[in-house]
Every structure is written in structure tokens, then in C-alpha cells.
């Protein structure tokens, strides 16, 4: 079996195809492809015929009423069921598919489904049903979704341990990089170049006869999003219509803040970690920092 040979093969790799060579591979691309190829033989899924998935899609349709009297009035209507397959011409790039080529996105639950459109609060979206007509083998890329690759995989291993990881570990590393590159964001002003690592890799799983792949969403707390290579794979059965009642967002600062003072920018910079002074944080109630375990940041 191939193997990786650092837990920055997936960057490099990306890197490369993004910025260098896209179609004719150079030979540390090659050989990272076939490590991929050659990997994760314990990833293989079953998906049952019958099995119900659901696809979104923003925006609805007019829908022309009227009554016995001769009354109209138009209402808001689902999409039809031609809006909810994708175009057999020309369909637009996704994570998974280059331009051109139609796979078909669903996710495990309506609330992915809507939450990986994007919509404002107000908005209607439009879900369709859709159900697998066979049996499905699908490549879980969901795995080590969420865990630590390439550098941050690093900062939790000793540094005199670096140069001597085990073949598991760099393995484990790379595919935490892979899984977290299918499930990450993409913004609508992105552009289309940050397809183009997870689009190479959805090709090795097709040429190793997959039908699709599924993926963590990272837009729904416990949803899967599924990318099946024929579009034909399931079938639409129904579609209804939802309003967005509520957006809600949760975030972290994830770097120093910068502050203007007298006309000038700066920011605050941890010197050190040590153990608290024993006075430092002494309320006159006997009970100090250091007796409670605290630390002193300076």
C-alpha cells in the first residue's frame, strides 16, 4: 500500500494543483493520488435502495390561483421538480463536480439541506425528496471530520517527536485535512480554484467505481451532505416550500485584538505563563489565586 509521507501532503497537494499544475501531474502529486487511492479501505459505505435524502434550493415559484367565482391570485409554490434535478447542460462547479459534469448534492435531513444554501431569515427555500432507486457504495469522507491535520496535528505531538511519526499517525493527519477540506465552507465570493483539490479526489473514488461520497456538513450540527456521481441514482418524489424563521450564529475569536490609541494601532501579546504570586489576586478574603490554581499571565 502506498503510504503518505508527511502529514503536509494534503496542503502541498492542494497547493500544487491550485496554483502550479492542474492537469498534468507533477510526481509528488502522483504519488500523493495514489496514496489516496491506495488508503482508507475502511471507508466504504452502504447506502439502501429506498433510502430518502433531500436537496434544497433558494427561491420558490409563482403559482396562479383562482376560485369559483373567478378570483385569482398568485401564491409562493415549491419549485418544480425539473428546478430540483441539476442541468444536464452546463452545470456549475461544486465541491465535488468540475463545471460541466452534473453530480447530484443531497444532504441526511431537511435542516442540512437548508443550511447549506445559505438563506437569509425571511427567506423561502425550496426542499425537494428525493429516494435512492439501488443500493449505493459511497467513500466516507466524514471520518476524521473535525480533527486535526497538517500543522495543528503538530502542535499536540512533542516536537522531538516530529521527524518520527508513525505511519498511522501521518495517516491519520492527512485524512483529517482531506475530511475537513470536503466539509469546509465556501463562500460565494470564493473562487472557483478552491474546488479544484476536493474535485481531483472525488475523481479517484469514481474511478474506483463509488457511486458517490458522503461528507460532514459543517453548516448542521449532526448532518451529512452525500454527492452521488449519477444524478439518476435517486429519484425526486415531492417537494415542499419553508420559510427561514431564524438565523442563529455561533463564533470564537480566533486571533489577538487590535486596539487604537493616540493615533496608533497595537495589540496585546502574551510574554509569559507562569504560576500566580500568591498576593497577586488576593481579595482580602484569605483565599488567593494560587491556593485555587490559577495562573498568572503577564
Known amino acids: 500500500m502506498t503510504s503518505f509521507k508527511s502529514v503536509h501532503d494534503y496542503q502541498e497537494f492542494a497547493n500544487a494543483v491550485r496554483g502550479r499544475r492542474r492537469f498534468i501531474h507533477s510526481e509528488e502529486v502522483t504519488a500523493f493520488l495514489q496514496a489516496v487511492s491506495s488508503g482508507g479501505k475502511d471507508r466504504e459505505t452502504i447506502l439502501k435502495v429506498g433510502t430518502t435524502l433531500w436537496r434544497a434550493r433558494n427561491g420558490s415559484r409563482e403559482w396562479r390561483r383562482s376560485d369559483n367565482e373567478g378570483h385569482e391570485w398568485v401564491e409562493d409554490a415549491p419549485f418544480s421538480p425539473e428546478r430540483m ?8 462547479e461544486g465541491r465535488v463536480n468540475p463545471r460541466g ?9 431537511r435542516k442540512t439541506a437548508i443550511s447549506e444554501v445559505r438563506p437569509w431569515s425571511g427567506s423561502l427555500v425550496s426542499v ?4 435512492t432507486t439501488r443500493e449505493l457504495r459511497l467513500f466516507d469522507c466524514s471520518k476524521n471530520h473535525g480533527k486535526a491535520g497538517g500543522w495543528s496535528y503538530l502542535l499536540g505531538v512533542p516536537e522531538d517527536q516530529w521527524d518520527n511519526l508513525s505511519p498511522e499517525q501521518t495517516e491519520q493527519a492527512v485524512w483529517a485535512d482531506i475530511d475537513n477540506a470536503f466539509s469546509r465552507p465556501v463562500g460565494p465570493d470564493d473562487e472557483y480554484v478552491n474546488y479544484v483539490p476536493t474535485q481531483i479526489i472525488a475523481e479517484i473514488f469514481l474511478a474506483q467505481n463509488f457511486d458517490g461520497i458522503v461528507y460532514k456538513s459543517a453548516l448542521s450540527g449532526g448532518g451529512y451532505n452525500v454527492a452521488l456521481f449519477d444524478v439518476n441514482a435517486a429519484e425526486f418524489r415531492s417537494c415542499q416550500l419553508f420559510n427561514v424563521t431564524r438565523i442563529e450564529y455561533e463564533f470564537k475569536e480566533c486571533s489577538n485584538a487590535w486596539f487604537l490609541r493616540d493615533g496608533k ?20 478574603s484569605g483565599e488567593d489565586a494560587a491556593a485555587n490554581g490559577g495562573k498568572g499571565v503577564s
Do not use: M, S
Open 85 to 92: 434535478i441539476p442541468p444536464d447542460r452546463n452545470p456549475p
Open 265 to 284: 494601532y497595537f495589540t496585546t501579546v502574551i510574554t509569559d505563563v507562569r504560576p500566580a504570586d500568591e498576593t497577586q489576586f488576593d481579595d482580602g
Open 128 to 131: 425537494a425528496a428525493f429516494k
Open 101 to 109: 459534469i452534473a453530480y447530484l448534492y443531497l444532504a441526511t435531513d
